[in-house]
């Protein structure tokens, strides 16, 4: 098999707070914090966490939307930083995004083909001939009716816009797409359309997906491998599989209890977290997430853990580590 | 008698020249008991946030509810003067919207907000009421409650301002709590902590609830009584237990196939065709007809009645009756 396409390696952003006289650098937000992930062609990287956790600076990142502070990203085993500009632009090209909103994410002012085909104009030189037959292509994909190529955004419901969106994001044959929270926006009856849509156009197309929501459930259902992220840093990664049925992380343990059951028999475990996530501009010393932790020890509130393996996914917790790696 | 009977309830939006009429809320009877709580599922656009509206009698001046009686500890709310129905709202029946940045004025301290329906509802002193405010912060759990009264909304998190309002919600034990997606815009381990306050709140105060919203997960864990709404209509209603293991309908049955389970692995989800109806211009028949995989030729044509499908299980198909 060949190597991921895309790969975050201690991949870190930073963002200056400004205040005072000057507006000199007074604090800094660490929004993303060394984290590494790798998206396999044809799979998909679910990313969960809360507000504020930094998934979607992560998303950001990997959108080229955001300089990285440090740490790189590698597209197809090649570092980013080092490209030239003819490879930033296939590198754009192949990583696209569909956002939360399909109100706010497509021009009203533009008819549909006008939307899916910009893209195709702005990277590729087409006939026109050519681009009209793209985009009755791309329609057919995302099962949208030929006629809808002349209307605009505001005569297709919320389903509709966001297959439109996703139409928009294949234009260039992307080989990642960034979901940010791709089905929150819409109706409950819809959203199983839109994940089915999802997972038959990976399929068809081999597309490896970023997939970000805060819906627990559908990040089981969409992923291969689930990423938790809290405060800027990933503390547990893995199979999505093993992730969402065994959770090791205390974090990870207590996010998923606290997604709702699918049924009202179903009896779980509640953990009730105490308190809020801590503000990213001074976040905890030691483990960030060991003074909400139910299981925090002296340790936990002095030396931060590192990812480390176990039972199949690598976890960052101080629980899990037998013996207490010498360093400074 | 329960707590709460609502009976045949229609509330419609008319247009300006009221040329067009709009059946947000259609023949809709619910009962909520002491100390229950209901939960009022349906998509955007089948009328449930109308439908709570119409209970406090909030609704906006396009709005009219055109028949239906709301029987409240044995008043006929309908029937009562609009300053008979301020010294309901907020007092016997409360409620919790989606947006607490919304449902609390910027220009006013924590501790005047939870204070304001002490005062105005009891006639209790400045510092009486504010002496109050601090014991109901105490009760939503908020941390250091002296300080905390002296601040400004935006002073705090979205958690806390959420349990502010809650705060308000139960100042004047109210019998009756309606929630209205109030846990939407805050996060999973904050919302988990929310609903086990609100839990808690309902059990030490004996407090009957109506939950309005959209996620079926909600209702699993915090309802006793399920009452879907489609369109307009309550197209199936009863105990939350039986609703998920038999429903009866096939709009509930579709929507609870619908959604991905955390157990389900990657197995591919059943969708619904189509999509919700247009409250505008509804189809003929049953409203869900057109997105129906059980249609028949009569739902097409009629509306189905309600109809009993076991005890305190009612569903609006022609498949049931």
């Known amino acids: 098999m060949a190597g991921p396409v895309v790969e975050a390696l201690h991949l870190t952003k930073h963002f200056p707070v400004r205040g005072g006289f000057l507006a000199r650098e007074t604090a800094v937000v660490r929004a993303v914090d060394e984290v590494s992930f790798s998206i396999e062609p044809g799979r998909t990287l679910g990313l969960v966490g809360e507000s504020g956790c930094g998934k979607t600076t992560t998303a950001k990142l990997v959108l080229l939307l955001e300089q990285p502070t440090a740490g790189m990203i590698r597209f197809e085993g090649r570092d980013l930083q080092a490209l030239d500009r003819t490879m930033l632009h296939a590198y754009r090209s192949s990583v696209q995004a569909v956002f939360q909103d399909p109100f706010a994410s497509l021009n009203p002012r533009m008819r549909?083909?006008?939307?899916?085909?910009?893209?195709?104009?702005?990277?590729?030189?087409?006939?026109?001939?050519?681009?009209?037959?793209?985009?009755?292509?791309?329609?057919?994909?995302?099962?949208?009716?030929?006629?809808?190529?002349?209307?605009?955004?505001h005569e297709f419901s919320g389903g509709q816009r966001q297959r439109i969106a996703i139409a928009r994001s294949l234009a260039l044959s992307p080989k990642l797409v960034v979901l940010d929270e791709p089905v929150s926006a819409l109706d409950v009856s819809i959203r199983a359309q839109i994940l089915n849509l999802l997972r038959d156009l990976q399929a068809q197309l081999g597309l490896s997906y970023l997939f970000i929501a805060h819906d627990l459930a559908a990040v089981a259902h969409m992923s291969h491998t689930i990423a938790v992220m809290y405060l800027g840093r990933i503390v547990e990664i893995g199979d999505a599989a093993t992730v969402a049925a065994t959770p090791k992380h205390p974090y990870t343990q207590a996010l998923f209890s606290a997604a709702l059951p699918s049924h009202p028999g179903e009896k779980r475990e509640e953990i009730i977290l105490a308190g809020e996530v801590p503000s990213p501009l001074a976040p905890p010393a030691g483990c960030r997430f060991h003074p909400r932790c139910p299981h925090a020890m002296e340790r936990c509130g002095r030396q931060e853990p590192t990812l480390l393996r176990e039972t199949g996914r690598l976890v960052a917790c101080h629980l899990y580590e037998g013996v207490i790696p010498a360093r400074s | 008698m329960k707590l709460l009977e609502v009976r045949h309830l229609s509330t419609h939006y008319v247009s300006a020249r009221g040329a067009r009429v709009t059946r947000a809320v259609d023949d809709v009877s619910l009962t909520v008991g002491e100390g229950e709580t209901l939960g009022i599922v349906g998509e955007s656009g089948s009328g449930k946030t109308t439908l709570a509206l119409s209970l406090l009698r909030?609704?906006?001046?396009?709005?009219?509810?055109?028949?239906?009686?709301?029987?409240?500890?044995?008043?006929?709310?309908?029937t009562k003067s609009r300053g008979e129905m301020r010294r309901v709202r907020g007092k016997?029946?409360?409620?919790?919207?989606?947006?607490?940045?919304?449902?609390?004025?910027?220009?006013?301290?924590?501790?005047?907000?939870?204070?304001e329906p002490l005062r105005v509802h009891e006639g209790a002193s400045r510092g009486s009421a504010w002496a109050r405010a601090r014991e109901l912060l105490r009760a939503v759990r908020i941390a250091a409650p002296e300080t905390r009264v002296r601040e400004y909304p935006h002073q705090l998190s979205g958690g806390m301002r959420q349990r502010i309002v809650g705060a308000i919600a139960i100042s004047c034990g109210p019998r009756l709590l309606i929630a209205d997606e109030p846990t939407t815009s805050l996060d999973l381990t904050i919302q988990a902590q929310y609903l086990q306050l609100l839990r808690d709140l309902q059990r030490d105060r004996g407090l009957a609830m109506i939950f309005i919203t959209h996620n079926l997960g909600i209702v699993a864990r915090m309802c006793d009584h399920v009452a879907v709404m489609y369109a307009g209509r309550l197209v199936e209603a009863g105990p939350v237990a039986r609703i998920f293991s038999s429903a009866a309908h096939p709009y509930t049955q579709a929507l609870l196939e619908s959604i991905p389970r955390m157990a389900d692995g990657r197995k591919r989800l059943t969708a619904i065709d189509g999509q919700p109806p247009d409250p505008v211009a509804l189809p003929p028949g049953c409203a869900f007809h057109p997105r129906c995989p059980k249609v028949l030729e009569r739902c097409r044509k009629e509306a189905p009645p309600e109809v009993r499908v076991a005890a305190s299980h009612t569903s609006r198909c022609w498949l049931a009756s």
């Open chain 2, 92 to 115: 016997r029946i409360a409620m919790i919207l989606q947006d607490p940045l919304a449902s609390l004025n910027p220009l006013f301290t924590v501790g005047d907000q939870v204070a």
């Open chain 1, 112 to 153: 549909v083909d006008q939307i899916i085909a910009e893209p195709l104009v702005t990277h590729e030189r087409l006939g026109s001939g050519e681009v009209a037959k793209r985009v009755a292509r791309l329609l057919e994909l995302v099962g949208l009716p030929d006629r809808s190529a002349d209307l605009f955004p």
């Open chain 2, 58 to 78: 909030l609704l906006p001046p396009a709005a009219r509810t055109v028949s239906g009686e709301i029987w409240f500890e044995g008043e006929d709310l309908l």
